[in-house]
């Protein structure tokens, strides 16, 4: 049994395989779809066996669905902690749509298989994705209440379509986004803000940026 000094060392390097098979797998998945490709072709690109791979995740539907998992965990934190940093709730939905948009474009093959491949998986691994969106788009209407509440946001505008077409909106620019493109993230980011600033904000534009 590990004792607690190579613990953290064999806790360290199960997340950097994990980390290295579902990047890997995410960049076959979106180059060849799911349904294309082999449990053969990712152990490959992981330089691994086969039976390496099974022994980690019994089906590819049970990878997919951790490569999912893995990819709205890290938008959470990355959302999380740009929340934390400022009490003010006008702000809080400033930062956490920037924050989105660079966990969207930071690796955009584990981004576009989470948007576009959750629908390859059925039953229970789909409900499992579900829910952890569904956890997500919480943390969401929580900071757009809060907003509410606090006088900031018109209270007669409809929060679940403001978020329903906020998150599309936001997700869609993984499709198209080109790092060396006309715009850069804080400028897709803020003309959002100044959509929202614009049109559903109570008593003007209160800390928007110029």
């Not at 490959?44 to 990819?71: F, H, I, N, W």
């Not at 709205?72 to 006008?90: K, R």
Request: aromatic share 10%.
């Amino acid at each position: 049994m590990p004792t607690s000094k190579t613990q953290p060392v064999i806790a360290a390097t199960e997340g950097a395989q994990r980390a290295l098979i579902l990047t890997r797998a995410a960049r076959l998945f979106r180059k060849k779809g799911f349904e294309r490709t082999t449990v053969k072709e990712i152990a490959q690109a992981c330089e691994m066996l086969p039976g390496s791979l099974y022994y980690r995740y019994k089906t590819k539907e049970e990878l997919l669905v951790d490569l999912m998992r893995y990819g709205i965990e890290d938008v959470m934190q990355d959302v999380l902690a740009s929340f934390e940093q400022t009490e003010d709730p006008s702000e809080q939905l400033r930062y956490c749509i920037n924050a989105h948009l660079r966990a969207l474009v930071s690796d955009s093959d584990l981004i576009f298989v989470l948007l576009f491949e959750w629908r390859a998986l059925g039953g229970e691994a789909q409900s499992d994705i579900i829910a952890l969106r569904d956890d997500y788009e919480r943390l969401w209407s929580d900071i757009l209440e809060a907003m509410v509440q606090e006088g900031v946001l018109k209270p007669d505008v409809d929060l679940k379509l403001l978020r329903l077409v906020g998150i599309g909106s936001l997700n869609w620019v993984a499709t198209w986004y080109d790092p060396e493109g006309p715009y850069d993230l804080d400028q897709i980011g803020g003309f959002l803000w100044r959509i929202i600033v614009d049109a559903l904000l109570a008593g003007g534009a209160r800390g928007a940026p110029s």
